[in-house]
């Protein structure tokens, strides 16, 4: 995930770089490229960027397989 913070703490400029990023995005779909477009993106503006909820949801997996939802 990117935040729109840079490795400094700063906010990325411009606010609307979400949005914009978003229609770029449109055009490559969801195939490598766009993966890689991504991480260079965040790359180039120096942004922090996060894995995710990744183990959130392995967490959340494991414990429906044995019925546990709590």
Known sequence: MI???TLDGSAF???DWAER????????GG????YR???NFAKDNELQ???GRVAERTKLAEMQRVGDTA
């Open 3 to 5: 935040v729109g913070t």
């Open 49 to 51: 960027v996060r894995d």
């Open 13 to 15: 400029r411009p606010r």
């Open 21 to 28: 990023l978003c229609g770029v995005m449109a055009a490559f």
């Open 31 to 34: 195939d490598p490229m766009a």
């Open 37 to 39: 477009f991504l991480v």
